[in-house]
């Protein structure tokens, strides 16, 4: 939450890089909000600086599917929030994935994923990439033993979710770095979970750090956008393939919501994570409930590793419930009124993702949890309210 120490890059601060960082008011006539640079392409003046923008289209302004003054400052601040060289962005999160993955295999290459990622990042590799001659292992990324046996001589990527988002399951950031640097493998990170405000992969030596900015990074569930952090060369390398090729590029006026999505991250997250603990702490004593899933609760197997790595802990947690009957456990779900059903999270609204509603769909994630298991985001809302709504709800257990 405030400008901490662990940042590998601590300078300029929190409120330097939400306030003023990339922005160059000059430009614009003074104007304190950015203004949505809505052009496709850019005039030269002269040959000299046509030569210019040419050798470098990552920094300069050419056509706004490389680079674009308004995305521009976006990439900034995302970079400094992470404390990396640089940060590309993206059309979503999924296509930020995407490019951080194949821009760094070949066919014939293998890759290790942590067992429950995202479920579109599951289908990258097993539906689209082995079709390329990918080969991929998912293992149980809460031992680092497993992830090291998992290692072949033509693994070349290592990719982490940590937390994840459905039971929060964390990997040894440090340990990952350290093994992967040992083989030369390349480490991804989604860190959607605990945004750059809490976490920040690249200290522990991390290569690539993802996110879907759709969930805390614009946070008013009207945008959805990827981001892509990483050291100078690697930023480059994927700008010059996967970003300019397969182009699913963040328009100027996306970039700029979410630009003024970003001002309130820290007051967001702290709400949000007060929220969620305080609502844990009302359901705890319930005695419909059987199990609460959340990094920093006392009960969470990996809590001392998450409070190693991470600073904080957001408003996305889980709970299975006592219920001895589908029945009962659907009326609890749809006696909700103030929690909406939905998916995503991050945003200023609660919402809840019921297991319960995966059943009987062939082939969809997560029917392997019990259906008495529920996934909760906790917005903006008056905490209290949001209790009057499960109490009610959860007389029908
Ligand atoms: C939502 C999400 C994604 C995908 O991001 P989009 O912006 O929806 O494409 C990836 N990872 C995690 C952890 C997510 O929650």
């Not at 996110?211 to 614009?218: A, R, V």
């Not at 082939?363 to 008056?382: C, H, M, Q």
């Not at 009057?388 to 029908?396: I, K, Q, S, V």
Request: proline share 6%; charged share 20%; glycine share 6%.
């Amino acid at each position: 939450m405030n400008d901490s120490p662990e940042t590998r890059n601590p300078k300029p601060s929190l409120s330097d890089i939400l306030t003023h960082l990339g922005e160059d008011r000059e430009q614009y006539f003074q104007a304190i909000a950015p203004p949505v640079i809505q052009t496709s392409n850019f005039a030269f003046p002269d040959l000299a600086t046509f030569r210019e923008c040419f050798s470098d289209e990552l920094d300069h302004h050419v056509y706004s599917r490389g680079n674009n003054p308004t995305v521009e400052i976006l990439r900034k601040k995302l970079a400094a929030l992470e404390g990396t060289d640089d940060a590309l962005v993206f059309s979503s999160g999924a296509g930020a994935v995407a490019a951080a993955v194949i821009g760094n295999i070949r066919a014939g290459e293998h890759i290790i994923c942590q067992q429950s990622p995202y479920s579109w990042t599951s289908a990258l590799l097993r539906k689209f990439l082995s079709r390329f001659g990918v080969e991929y292992t998912f293992v149980d990324g809460t031992d680092i033993q497993h992830i090291a046996a998992a290692v072949r001589p033509n693994t070349r990527i290592l990719y982490l979710e940590s937390p994840n988002t459905m039971t929060f399951e964390c990997q040894d950031l440090a340990a990952c770095a350290a093994l992967a640097q040992k083989h030369g493998l390349v480490t991804i990170i989604d860190n959607s979970y605990c945004s750059p405000l809490y976490q920040n992969p690249a200290a522990f030596g991390i290569d690539i750090v993802v996110h879907s900015g759709t969930k805390y990074l614009n946070g008013h569930s009207d945008v959805v956008v990827g981001v892509l952090c990483a050291n100078k060369a690697m930023v480059q390398k994927i700008f010059e393939s996967e970003l300019m090729t397969l182009g699913g590029i963040l328009g100027p006026h996306d970039a700029a919501m979410v630009i003024r999505g970003l001002r309130t991250l820290p007051l967001r997250l702290q709400r949000s994570s007060e929220n969620a603990q305080w609502l844990i702490s009302r359901l705890e004593k319930h005695p419909k409930v059987e199990r609460i899933w959340y990094p920093f609760h006392h009960s969470f197997p990996q809590l001392e590793l998450a409070k190693k790595q991470m600073r904080g802990c957001g408003g996305l947690f889980s709970v299975q419930f006592k219920s001895d009957s589908m029945e009962k456990m659907e009326t609890f779900i749809h006696r909700l009124e103030r929690f909406l059903m939905a998916v995503s999270w991050g945003g200023h609204e609660s919402l809840i993702i019921p297991t319960i509603g995966f059943y009987n769909i062939p082939g969809k994630p997560n029917a392997s949890l019990p259906w008495t298991f529920v996934r909760f985001y906790i917005g903006l809302e008056d905490p209290e309210w949001l209790w009057e709504d499960l109490e009610r709800g959860l007389e029908a257990l």
